[in-house]
């Protein structure tokens, strides 16, 4: 199963857990199995088109998707998935 | 001017020693650092590391750029300021610490906020940007702003545990640009949906570590020296000590150096982030209001939509229902009596207010403007602040 690492922002929807094993073939599985197991996230991580939103980055191993073959990023038992929101700072 | 022209005298001479005498950067990269002019966004978290040491590094010619006042809630992180300068200006208690430690290098500071229509012309005088600003809408603006100007953006970012660093619009030896803010994130996040920090805090130390790797990225991209962390995102974990350096690419589709470029000068920033778009007006009370209400008996129902330690710490007597939670709890808020929704500073209860209007229909909901800290300032200053 891939290794995905939650950002500290979305943890309080992941029960404050920051590395999460899930199976899943692709990145897009990868993602529908999380935002099913937690379902607070799907908001963050999926947009009103079915996609991943502009503020959210997602790495697989050291590479952005979306220079690799976006949702359809193929994913390996070892692989790690990094989620990297935009985070700007202190002002309330 | 020519960094080979700068000269140096016999103090600056052996105060800058430990740099000399390393190999790989020499009396060269010295000079460069002298001949420099570097202007830092923000004064705060980040920007409190990063001045320190680009004044002790000989940087030549630092710009501040801050509007803030120094605040008792600032010291546990801002480690340029002291008890001494809460209530002062920043960037003027900033210039005061930073001629104390070298009076060799010259500062220049802005006592404004930064604008789309003062950007440029502040920028535009400067080599290098390092942005340590706190809002999404100022962080599009430094972005654009170095973009239109062919500037490097050292940008650096941090929320609890979690910091960020990259080199942006960095353009290497052979002419090529790099990445910048917008190809790493085309949109910024909808109005409330990242918390900031002052609403879900930062861990002191974190802008520490986090500002001074920026600002070691600011001594490489004007030395030379080593490779600059330009097309490379790097992402810190505090709680795990987990660190990971992406890599990070330029998207064609960028608007503002893509192929089709359709930015050709600064936007309203606050727009662009729904900072102004979203926001549906919400019926509101200042504390003397709140305060009148209470003195003549007025039959209200007060809701506090903070974290039950933030409660532990001050109160007034409000009924406590933390934001997360206000959905579940809506059952719990009056809806024939008038309701005061309140929190620290105005912000969390107003989304409180504007969930519970869109889903539930309360048309009975006033926000309390400032907040409790407005409160503690207007009506019981001997209520704790934090």
Do not use: M
């Given at each position: 199963m891939a290794t995905v690492f939650?950002?500290?922002?979305?943890?309080?929807?992941?029960?404050?857990?920051?590395?999460?094993?899930?199976?899943?073939?692709?990145?897009?599985?990868?993602?529908?199995?999380?935002?099913?197991?937690?379902?607070?996230?799907?908001?963050?991580?999926?947009?009103?088109?079915?996609?991943?939103?502009?503020?959210?980055?997602?790495?697989?191993?050291?590479?952005?998707?979306?220079?690799?073959?976006?949702?359809?990023?193929?994913?390996?038992?070892n692989t790690i998935i990094s989620i990297v929101p935009a985070i700007a700072g202190g002002r309330e | 001017m020519d960094h080979r022209d700068i000269k140096f005298s016999r103090d600056e001479m052996s105060r800058y020693n430990r740099h000399i005498i390393i190999p790989e950067f020499g009396l060269e990269a010295q000079q460069k650092l002298k001949a420099s002019k570097v202007l830092v966004i923000g004064s705060g978290g980040l920007g409190s590391?990063?001045?320190?040491?680009?004044?002790?590094?000989?940087?030549?010619?630092?710009?501040?750029?801050?509007?803030?006042?120094?605040?008792?809630?600032?010291?546990?992180?801002?480690?340029?300021?002291g008890v001494g300068e809460v209530g002062q200006p920043k960037v003027e208690a900033a210039k005061r610490r930073l001629e104390s430690l070298n009076p060799h290098i010259n500062l220049k500071v802005y006592n404004t906020q930064l604008t789309s229509k003062n950007a440029l012309d502040l920028i535009k005088e400067y080599d290098v940007v390092a942005d340590g600003t706190d809002n999404f809408p100022t962080r599009y603006l430094v972005n654009d702003a170095c973009v239109l100007l062919g500037k490097t953006n050292v940008y650096a970012s941090i929320f609890q545990f979690e910091g960020q660093v990259s080199v942006f619009n960095y353009i290497n030896g052979k002419g090529e640009v790099g990445p910048n803010y917008r190809d790493l994130y085309a949109t910024p996040p909808p109005a409330g949906l990242v918390p900031s920090c002052a609403e879900g805090g930062v861990l002191g130390v974190l802008p520490g570590i986090i500002g001074s790797l920026q600002a070691l990225e600011v001594i490489k991209v004007v030395t030379g020296v080593g490779e600059v962390l330009s097309g490379r995102?790097?992402?810190?974990?505090?709680?795990?000590?987990?660190?990971?350096?992406?890599?990070?690419?330029?998207?064609?589709?960028?608007?503002?150096?893509?192929?089709?470029?359709?930015?050709?000068?600064?936007?309203?920033?606050?727009?662009?982030?729904?900072?102004?778009?979203?926001?549906?007006?919400?019926?509101?009370i200042n504390s003397l209001e709140l305060n009148e209400w209470q003195q003549r008996g007025e039959d209200f129902q007060i809701i506090d939509v903070r974290e039950p330690y933030e409660y532990e710490i001050c109160n007034i007597g409000a009924e406590l229902i933390p934001l997360?939670?206000?959905?579940?709890?809506?059952?719990?808020?009056?809806?024939?009596?008038?309701?005061?929704?309140?929190?620290?500073?105005?912000?969390?209860?107003?989304?409180?207010?504007?969930?519970?209007?869109e889903r539930f229909g309360f048309d009975n909901l006033y926000n309390l403007k400032g907040g409790i800290l407005g409160y503690i300032d207007d009506i019981n200053p001997k209520l704790t602040k934090y």
């Open positions: 939650i950002p500290t922002p979305l943890r309080k929807f992941t029960n404050n857990t920051a590395k999460l094993e899930v199976a899943g073939n692709n990145v897009s599985e990868v993602v529908s199995k999380l935002t099913g197991n937690f379902p607070e996230l799907k908001r963050h991580l999926i947009n009103a088109d079915g996609k991943i939103p502009s503020f959210i980055n997602i790495f697989v191993d050291d590479d952005d998707i979306r220079n690799l073959q976006q949702e359809q990023t193929v994913v390996k038992e | 590391p990063v001045l320190l040491y680009l004044a002790a590094a000989g940087i030549g010619t630092i710009g501040i750029v801050d509007f803030d006042v120094v605040d008792d809630s600032n010291l546990q992180r801002q480690v340029l300021f995102f790097f992402s810190f974990d505090a709680l795990n000590f987990e660190s990971r350096t992406f890599n990070i690419r330029r998207n064609p589709n960028n608007p503002l150096n893509g192929n089709n470029p359709t930015i050709k000068e600064l936007i309203d920033y606050e727009q662009f982030c729904g900072v102004k778009a979203v926001e549906k007006k919400i019926k509101e997360a939670t206000v959905v579940e709890n809506a059952g719990r808020i009056d809806r024939k009596r008038k309701v005061v929704v309140q929190c620290k500073t105005g912000n969390r209860s107003g989304k409180a207010i504007r969930e519970l209007e």
